[in-house]
């Protein structure tokens, strides 16, 4: 899932030392090893990393139908703000609910059923999966800041609740794979910070 391609975009990067990141994030991140699909997805992008981190029912990330971290959703927190401080120079958060009730965070009531129109209700079906959304990116940035001491409360560019707008391709056949919170990092490629990744070997860059 680590594709790039070489170009005047990403020139001012080393793509392979972008790739040797990734592994290792990975590794670290990554706390079980699953039979089933993946709950962790890490991308080279422009200039940085994507890392899309699934909120499934096997590993949920939130308790459903709440914008609150599970204690598996705090432990890849605790992880992601080590590794954020470590390399980061800015990010974004994007949180994604999925298209039913529960992923959405809203359950018709009783009356709701009996004195909304089915337009009514889909209308407040999407207010309710953007308010979701958003709070669930905010839980996300409070904890990595609370795990980082603060560090990262200065690095973050933005913080966006997209509902279910936004389908996941990777699994386009799974609404509970919509669930999703993803980050897009810049990273800090200064001599230093990579210092450590020059003596990894080198990374297999899957076939797009």
């Known amino acids: 899932d680590t594709t790039m391609r070489n170009s005047e975009a990403t020139t001012s990067i080393d793509i392979d030392v972008l790739h040797r990141i990734a592994q290792d994030w990975y590794r670290k991140i990554k706390m079980h090893d699953l039979d089933e699909d993946e709950v962790i997805q890490i991308e080279v992008i422009n200039e940085g990393l994507k890392v899309t981190l699934y909120h499934g029912d096997e590993f949920p990330i939130f308790a459903n139908g709440s914008n609150e971290l599970t204690d598996y959703g705090n432990s890849v927190m605790q992880r992601m703000s080590w590794l954020l401080a470590r390399h980061v120079l800015t990010f974004t958060v994007d949180a994604h609910t999925s298209h039913d009730s529960i992923g959405a965070g809203y359950t018709p009531s009783a009356s ?92 297999e860059q899957a076939t797009p």
């Open 112 to 203: 709701d059923l009996l004195d909304l129109t089915p337009v009514e209700l889909n209308a407040q079906r999407s207010r309710s999966a953007f308010q979701m959304s958003l709070r669930q990116a905010d839980e996300v940035l409070g904890a990595l800041v609370h795990y980082s001491d603060g560090d990262l409360a200065r690095k973050v560019e933005s913080v966006i609740g997209h509902g279910y707008t936004k389908p996941n391709q990777r699994y386009p056949n799974r609404k509970d794979k919509n669930r999703r919170v993803e980050l897009s990092l810049k990273l800090d490629v200064s001599e230093e910070n990579l210092s450590h990744y020059d003596l990894a070997p080198v990374a």
